[in-house]
């Protein structure tokens, strides 16, 4: 009986989303050319491809370096999770609004967006289409100052 009524205790202090998720959350980060060094606006860093092992409630912003090429930051936001939201409904049941406070605290409803996050680094001093230059790479040629230099001579 002793068991049943710990079980009980233990039950209805923690939140469901809690212990069904964790309070943590995986992120993938690669990039294009790989071996980029990213770091979190939350301290964490790699080297990609790799995987950091992120706080549920925390957003951030990546920032991804490569020598030679141009620096990225991609932001990291949280949203309710559809199996968060699942494990916080089911404090209902079992945990009551302490499960639900302790859902609520601990970010486990959660989860990151993008997941992975995935940056393609473009190289420094790399020309390509941009605003200022567009309509000089679609230019046509220009027209002949006169007909005899259009046409050729028969």
């Known amino acids: 009986m ?23 959350n995986q992120i993938t980060f690669s990039s294009e050319p790989s071996e980029a060094t990213v770091r979190t606006s939350i301290g964490h860093t790699c080297q990609t491809p790799c995987m950091l092992e992120i706080p549920r409630k925390s957003e951030f912003i990546a920032t991804f370096e ?17 199996s968060g939201a699942a494990g916080f409904a089911g404090n209902v049941l079992l945990g009551g609004i302490v499960g639900m406070g302790v859902d609520a605290a601990t970010g486990s409803t959660l989860e990151h967006f993008p ?16 605003r200022s230059n567009a309509k000089k ?7 002949a100052a006169n007909a005899s230099e259009a046409k050729p001579s028969s």
């Open 66 to 82: 490569l020598d030679g090429y141009k620096k990225q930051q991609i932001p990291v936001a949280t949203r309710v999770a559809g």
């Open 2 to 24: 002793r068991i049943i009524a710990v079980a009980f205790v233990a039950l209805t202090a923690a939140g469901c989303a809690t212990v069904t998720r964790g309070t943590t």
């Open 137 to 143: 790479l679609n230019a046509t040629p220009p027209k």
């Open 115 to 130: 997941n992975p996050v995935t940056a393609t680094l473009a190289k420094e001093g790399g020309v390509g289409p941009t």
